[in-house]
């Protein structure tokens, strides 16, 4: 490996880390595509994504010292020019305002990405895609992305209620997979729908009083499979437009979360469609 230049930080206010500081209370989603990755997994899906070239890159790391030796194989990862600083302990948590015992972080940028219509326009004739609609809990978020990699969705769309899937803990529970799912977020979840109904998709929403059991639908090519928040769930206006699934369960309990609800609904799914092997 071609050694890299580190560039060590002494000093917590270095304008050169500035992104890094306080990112619990400042974190950069929304601001000009910028994120955090945290974490040497999420870290490699960075480096693959930069490779891939889908408009996601890394501006610069910075790393605890006594972890440069560990991820040295990541590092090489990067193209050369993405600078990596360095920092001791008491010099990292007082950038990032708290205890970093993972001691990785990375500064990405997303590039304005496809529109929703553009991705849909661009999804294969079987494809298998999950919807958000209202996902407001990061952590639901990443949980939504983390089950569509694993399960093969061919993409992921959110509507304008969602919080952005790059805030720093989305991105973390999604384990990178953010990064490597293509997505969108824009518009309302009426307009969205109507987008994929009109481009063939035959749409299930999930709701603990679906028509259908989840493992009963027969799938067609194109298939869309549609979360709503916790606690109010999908509204009536879509649950009334759109087939409804329901996941058996025991009695005494109406729902699940939305990361088992998605998960539960993915592998039925992918398996009903012939998508995992094994």
Sequence with gaps: MT?????AIEDPADPRIVEFSQIRERDLTGRAGQFIAE???????LAAANRAGRGIRAEKLLLLRNRVDGVADLLAAFPGDVPVYVAEAPVLDAIAGFHLHRGVLALGRRDVGDSTDTLIAALPQESLVLVGCGISNHDNVGALFRNAAAFGADAVLLDETCCDPLYRKALRVSVGSVLTTPYARSGSSQALLGGLSEKGFAIWALSPA??????EIVPQARMALVMGTEGEGLPKAILDRFHTARIAQSPGLDSLNVGTASGIALYSMAKAMGRLQG
């Excluded at 679906?210 to 493992?215: A, H, R, S």
């Design 3 to 7: 050694e890299r230049t580190l560039i």
């Design 39 to 45: 974490g040497t997994v999420v870290l490699r899906m």
């Design 210 to 215: 679906g028509e259908v059991e989840i493992g």
